[in-house]
């Protein structure tokens, strides 16, 4: 495919380029040289784009993790009239990256690089695109005006769990900030996103009792209890799959349920003591996680008296991983309108994936998720995003400068 006319408006070309446009694509350059993997600091993105806006006379308010090696960033662009609280858009992005560790890049993975009508880099499409474009406008926000304020909140370790935007959004909420809206820039192909499943993960423990292998009738085989909880999940996922309930506005439209890891026994001639798996259920908003946890432990306990009975020590344990909850915005709240007024269509989607949205959604901020790029070309190796979702993401932000600026 050939890059569309408007994708110049993302290319280096100062002879092409207006200034303000030519700032989006120095801002995806300049964010993406950072390597913010998740395990590593994200400071120095931080203090540059803290900079950044200090430049244009924007203070930023960090919030740290717990040994101060990473930092969420809060800035308000306030409107006209002084409002610094109510009534404000939210642009948020995570500044987190996955690992490049043993994928095959044809390309610097942190240099936004153009091939094509493709950029490629980690974290040009999930997502620091979205987030290099709303910083770009912030000139052009405050040389118009606003009408209502504007937000900035950048992200910490949202790749392992959505971590650090609790922090913020409780930041948020202790200082009586009442936005209107949150946009989350995750890579929905520029589509308007108002739901997304919930998420839990669990680690299941299955203790049993050692022996050799030629005296099972002596031991608590561990591997074969975990795999008989396996199977009871894979049943469970089966009955979603073929009798739902479902929501057809999803891409995976009913609540699935799977199992990533297992590991158990140390030799084939000892009956195995310790086997773990850990699964995860991804469930839509009316399928509660508690309750098919509750089935599955009810399962489990089934197999308790027969282990006890050789060795009274043994157990299952089931241990929480990780919590996201699901949101659903139902496309009817005031950034609903906004989001579909900014990318002109009165479409709204669904998405199997988890976001910060449903956090900040369950802080009593209506978000929608909409950025460039598409999910499967996240976490890949040669990461890109296609110059003209960068050139629809320009045109949402400038949709929404409209709306928002005074001028
Ligand atoms: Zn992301």
Request: net charge negative; charged share 20%; aromatic share 8%.
């Given at each position: 495919m050939n890059a569309p006319a408007?994708?110049?408006?993302?290319?280096?070309d100062p002879s092409a380029s207006p200034a303000r446009q030519l700032l989006a694509w120095d801002l995806i350059h300049k964010l993406v040289?950072?390597?913010?993997?998740?395990?590593?600091?994200n400071l120095a993105l931080i203090d540059w784009v803290r900079g950044y806006l200090r430049g244009h006379g924007v203070e930023s308010t960090l919030t740290f993790n717990d040994d101060q090696r990473k930092a969420n960033l809060f800035a308000t662009l306030p409107a006209?009239?002084?409002?610094?609280?109510?009534r404000g858009i939210v642009l948020s992005g995570h500044t987190d990256v996955v690992p490049v560790d043993g994928q095959p890049w044809d390309?610097?993975?942190f240099r936004a690089t153009i091939i094509g009508d493709r950029v490629h880099g980690r974290?040009?499409?999930?997502?620091k695109s979205f987030s290099a474009t709303g910083l770009a406008f912030v000139p052009e926000f405050l040389r118009r005006g606003l009408r209502r304020p504007v937000h900035f909140a950048l992200s910490y370790d949202e790749e392992v769990g959505c971590i650090g935007v609790r922090r913020l959004i409780e930041d948020i909420v202790r200082r009586g900030l009442k936005p209107t809206g949150c946009i989350v820039?995750?890579?929905?192909?520029m589509q308007l996103v108002v739901a997304h499943k919930g998420k839990k993960g669990y680690r299941c423990l299955v203790r049993g009792h050692e022996a050799h292998s030629s005296l099972t009738?002596?031991?608590?085989?561990a591997v074969q209890i975990a795999c008989e909880i396996v199977t009871f999940l894979t049943g469970m996922a089966r009955a979603f799959r073929d009798g739902g309930a479902y929501d057809?506005?999803?891409?995976?439209?009913y609540t699935t349920v799977h199992t990533g890891v297992i590991r158990g026994g140390t030799a084939l001639n000892i009956v195995p003591r310790d086997c773990w798996f850990d699964f995860e259920f991804r469930h839509?908003?009316?399928?509660d996680p508690d309750l098919l946890l509750a089935r599955v432990k009810e399962h489990a306990a089934r197999f308790l008296p027969e282990m006890r009975a050789v060795a009274p020590d043994t157990f299952i344990e089931f241990d929480a991983l990780s919590t996201l909850p699901g949101f659903d915005t139902?496309?009817?709240s005031e950034i609903a309108d906004i989001g579909r007024a900014c990318n002109g269509t009165h479409d709204c989607g669904k998405v199997s994936f988890g976001t910060e949205a449903s956090l900040f959604h369950n802080a009593a901020i209506p978000t929608i998720i909409c950025g460039p790029g598409h999910i499967a070309q996240?976490?890949?190796?040669?990461?890109w995003v296609a110059l003209d979702q960068l050139a629809a993401c320009e045109a949402f932000m400038r949709r929404l400068a409209d709306r928002v600026c005074a001028a």
């Amino acid at each position: 495919m050939n890059a569309p006319a408007s994708a110049s408006t993302v290319r280096p070309d100062p002879s092409a380029s207006p200034a303000r446009q030519l700032l989006a694509w120095d801002l995806i350059h300049k964010l993406v040289s950072f390597d913010t993997t998740s395990r590593d600091s994200n400071l120095a993105l931080i203090d540059w784009v803290r900079g950044y806006l200090r430049g244009h006379g924007v203070e930023s308010t960090l919030t740290f993790n717990d040994d101060q090696r990473k930092a969420n960033l809060f800035a308000t662009l306030p409107a006209q009239d002084g409002n610094a609280t109510d009534r404000g858009i939210v642009l948020s992005g995570h500044t987190d990256v996955v690992p490049v560790d043993g994928q095959p890049w044809d390309t610097d993975p942190f240099r936004a690089t153009i091939i094509g009508d493709r950029v490629h880099g980690r974290g040009v499409t999930d997502m620091k695109s979205f987030s290099a474009t709303g910083l770009a406008f912030v000139p052009e926000f405050l040389r118009r005006g606003l009408r209502r304020p504007v937000h900035f909140a950048l992200s910490y370790d949202e790749e392992v769990g959505c971590i650090g935007v609790r922090r913020l959004i409780e930041d948020i909420v202790r200082r009586g900030l009442k936005p209107t809206g949150c946009i989350v820039g995750e890579p929905t192909g520029m589509q308007l996103v108002v739901a997304h499943k919930g998420k839990k993960g669990y680690r299941c423990l299955v203790r049993g009792h050692e022996a050799h292998s030629s005296l099972t009738p002596l031991g608590v085989n561990a591997v074969q209890i975990a795999c008989e909880i396996v199977t009871f999940l894979t049943g469970m996922a089966r009955a979603f799959r073929d009798g739902g309930a479902y929501d057809d506005a999803y891409d995976v439209p009913y609540t699935t349920v799977h199992t990533g890891v297992i590991r158990g026994g140390t030799a084939l001639n000892i009956v195995p003591r310790d086997c773990w798996f850990d699964f995860e259920f991804r469930h839509l908003p009316f399928d509660d996680p508690d309750l098919l946890l509750a089935r599955v432990k009810e399962h489990a306990a089934r197999f308790l008296p027969e282990m006890r009975a050789v060795a009274p020590d043994t157990f299952i344990e089931f241990d929480a991983l990780s919590t996201l909850p699901g949101f659903d915005t139902h496309g009817d709240s005031e950034i609903a309108d906004i989001g579909r007024a900014c990318n002109g269509t009165h479409d709204c989607g669904k998405v199997s994936f988890g976001t910060e949205a449903s956090l900040f959604h369950n802080a009593a901020i209506p978000t929608i998720i909409c950025g460039p790029g598409h999910i499967a070309q996240a976490h890949q190796p040669n990461e890109w995003v296609a110059l003209d979702q960068l050139a629809a993401c320009e045109a949402f932000m400038r949709r929404l400068a409209d709306r928002v600026c005074a001028a």
